[in-house]
Structures are given as structure tokens and as C-alpha cells.
DNA sequence: CCAAAAGTGTTGAAACTACACCCATGG
DNA sequence: CCATGGGTGTAGTTTCAACACTTTTGG
């Protein structure tokens, strides 16, 4: 009944530093690969469902829970590992910007700009060229940029975070306009200080479905 | 290395019959479920990719290949499988009308209306429906529906399917102008004959990308 | 000549792009 | 009072939905 297969799963963990979207690696310590860079990852235990599986890989990098994870693909090619049979299922998580610790550099992880990426171990370069599709696809399908960010937000932050994101630059009152049309985030009261103009603070709207699909929010 | 968990394909085999999307499932004769309607699947082989397991799959039941083939979703909670711990990357396929043979029906496989399931084994009613909102989404931006026709069709046909698998009725000469301007499709020359004005033959054009996004097809 | 299905255009409404200036605050 | 970033409106264009009649063939 086993079928001599192994399973795992590898998690594209994105954040947003320094206006760059990057990815948390960790740099590989033994054969197959020795030295390149990985995403995280690690075998299913049979007592936990993937997605707890993806969770805990997640907070074992970084400490966080309760972001937005989601399954990406999942990858089964014969060869895709030298030592063996291993079928992937590759998640994606968010992890909002304040959650984000410089990640003790102790155990060789680190943060990587998806758009300057090093040599990665297996088909990992692949995968990742993958998920920024996805990530891309469905922020201009349905709004799950928020995920990316504090829980309060100015529209600026965001629009930059879309731009970042897409790598493309945005007109700021078409952006305004339809992202507040969409209806997923709302007026806090609240503003920032600090330099210039003080700014609205938005928030996601919990009562709003976060997968909404609206009409392409964007060129 | 190996995780104790079993890794299975399961396959929604797609075809349009009689003016209805069906799909075919097979009759469990054993335990568990004995008796219940379940998708086809089977263990992933460890010389062969999940891809070429889900064609496989396919294979043996229908005596089909060489047909659109696409990952759905990998489905791994715990106890899904009441036996143990199984992973099921899922696939749907989309099977030409002409190539839908009566798939000699000895075996308990029969084809079922989606719109009217037997009861299921498993999950499989959950994945069913998660596979027809896809194969709709994907039908709405990306032009796959001739994947589900004979190499040469008349317009109304396509609308047809249209029809039948989005479960809406559809303007006539919108549909008409949207999908040619798609550029997804071009006329054969031929015509058909019998019933009525002959109408044009169109087919997929071979140069068009099949995963083209197009803006929405339709309302 | 009649039944059956194919084919074709237009108009009003909505959505989209592009674009430049004034506003509120802190120092 | 000035530097900094926040905030707002419109016009021209494109896209969209709704809708009914004429054409071609076979019997």
C-alpha cells in the first residue's frame, strides 16, 4: 500500500523589505546541492494535514502563524531529487511586513529579492518563477495584497506594495479609485503622523470575502 | 526517508454528452465505500510523474490520450482515506465528444451528469465541485472550451458547450464576436450540411496559445 | 414554399485611461 | 513659509450589453 514515494512540502515564504519582494531561503548544508539555497521545507508527518504541514515549515523559519498561506502546485517529476522519489506540494504564505524578524541569520536562512534570486538547489528556481506568477495573477484578480502589510495601512504603502509586487508603476488616483470600489478595505478613523500631509489609515474589511473576485483592478 | 504516506492520482474525466457535462466514475466494489461512485484513480508509480500517472489513469479508462490534462489540487487531510494517510494529487482532463466511447460499460465506469451526482466515495463530491468551478473560471478567461469538441465545429456548437458547462445561456452574436476577436479560433472552409443553412466549420488555430488570458469572454 | 438553423449591426450605458493641481501638517 | 507627502475630478475613448431580422439550404 506504500507506494515508495516521498512526500513533502516547500513553502514560498514572501514578505515586503525595503520596498523589495523577497523570499526567505535557507542555504543547503549537505549533498545533494551543498551550499545552494532552498526553500524551506520538510516531510509530511502522517498525523498532520498539508496545510499544517506548510504551517509548521513556515513557523519554524519564522515564528509566525496565522498569515495566508496557500497551496501553489505541486511538483512529482521523477528526477526532480537525485536521492530519490519525492512528490512536493509547494505552498505560498504572506507574511505582513511588521511579523517580519531579520530572522535570527544564525541557521543560514535568509532574505532574498525575488528579482535578483542566487543559484537555487533543484527545481526550486523554477517553483519560485511559479509562484511570483501566482502571486501577480491574483493580486490583480483579487486583493489579496492587504496580506502583505500591517493591519492598518496608508493607500500610498499599498499602491507601493502592488508596484513592488508587479513591477510595474501605477497611476495613484485610478488605484484609489478602483481599490476602494472593490470594497475590501476600509477607513480605521485613524492617521499617521509624521512627515508631510497626515494619511488616512485603511484596513481590510474582515466582513469582506478576501478572495473576491472583481474585475481586474488593474492595466 | 519515506514518509508512511501514500501518494494516489485521481482523475475528473470531463466530456460533454449529450448536451450535458458529465464526467466518469467508477463504482467502488470494495471497501470502503463499497458500493459508492468514486473518480478513477490510482497509486503514482515511482518511475512515473504525476502527470504521466494521471494519463495513465486516464488511459485505462477510456483508451484515451493525447487530451488537455491539468492539475487540479493536492488533497491531503488526514483522514480522508479511512485505510491511512493518502495523498491524492488531483487532475482534470477534458476528452473530445468523438472520443467519448461508450466506454464499454462492463467494468462499473459510467459517465454522470455533474449536474446530478450519485452519491460519492470520499471526498470526491467536494473535489467534483471544486473542479467544475475551475474548469468554468478557466473557460471565462481562457479559451479551453474547444478542448471538449471534435477538431472542427460550427459556432453554435461552441456556444453550446459554453452554455452547458457555465450552466447560463448566452447572447448569440456577442459570442460570436468575442471568441473570434479572441483570435483563438479560425474557419476551416468547410461547411456543414444536413438540417437547415450550412454552417462554417471553425477549428483551434494550432499557433494560438491555449492558455491565452483573454479579458473576460463572458458576463 | 416552408422549416430549420446560420448569420449579421447598432445604440445607449458603463468602464477605462490619462492627466495636474491643491491640501494639511511638521519643522 | 516651505518641504513633504496626501488627496481629489474630468473628458475622451473603449468596451459592454441588449436586442430582431434576413439568409441559406434541404425536404
Redesign the pocket.
Given at each position: 500500500m506504500n507506494s515508495e514515494v516521498s512526500v513533502t512540502v516547500d513553502v514560498v515564504i514572501f514578505a515586503l523589505r525595503d520596498d523589495d519582494l523577497q523570499v526567505l531561503l535557507v542555504r543547503r548544508q549537505h549533498p545533494p546541492f551543498e551550499g545552494l539555497w532552498a526553500m524551506p521545507g520538510g516531510y509530511v508527518k502522517p498525523q498532520e494535514s498539508l496545510e499544517d504541514a506548510a504551517a509548521r515549515v513556515l513557523y519554524d523559519e519564522t515564528s509566525v502563524r496565522d498569515v495566508h498561506i496557500e497551496q501553489l502546485y505541486t511538483f512529482g517529476e521523477i528526477n526532480r531529487d537525485p536521492r530519490g522519489r519525492v512528490v512536493t506540494i509547494t505552498y505560498f504564505a504572506l507574511v505582513p511586513a511588521p511579523l517580519v524578524l531579520d530572522t535570527s541569520e544564525t541557521r543560514d536562512a535568509a532574505w532574498k529579492s525575488m528579482y535578483n534570486l542566487p543559484t537555487m538547489a533543484f527545481d526550486h528556481h523554477y517553483i519560485l518563477d511559479y509562484a511570483l506568477k501566482r502571486l501577480r495573477y491574483k493580486l490583480e484578480y483579487t486583493a489579496v495584497g492587504f496580506q502583505l502589510l500591517p493591519p492598518e495601512f496608508?493607500?500610498?504603502k499599498l499602491q507601493h506594495a502592488y508596484e513592488t509586487i508587479l513591477g510595474i508603476s501605477l497611476?495613484?488616483?485610478?488605484f484609489?479609485r478602483?481599490i476602494l470600489q472593490a470594497g475590501v478595505i476600509e477607513e480605521t478613523g485613524r492617521r499617521t503622523?509624521?512627515?508631510?500631509?497626515?494619511?488616512?489609515l485603511y484596513c481590510f474589511r474582515e466582513d469582506a470575502v478576501s478572495e473576491v473576485k472583481t474585475?481586474?483592478l488593474f492595466?
Open positions: 496608508t493607500l500610498t497611476d495613484k488616483r485610478n484609489r478602483r503622523g509624521g512627515e508631510g500631509r497626515p494619511a488616512m474585475r481586474r492595466p
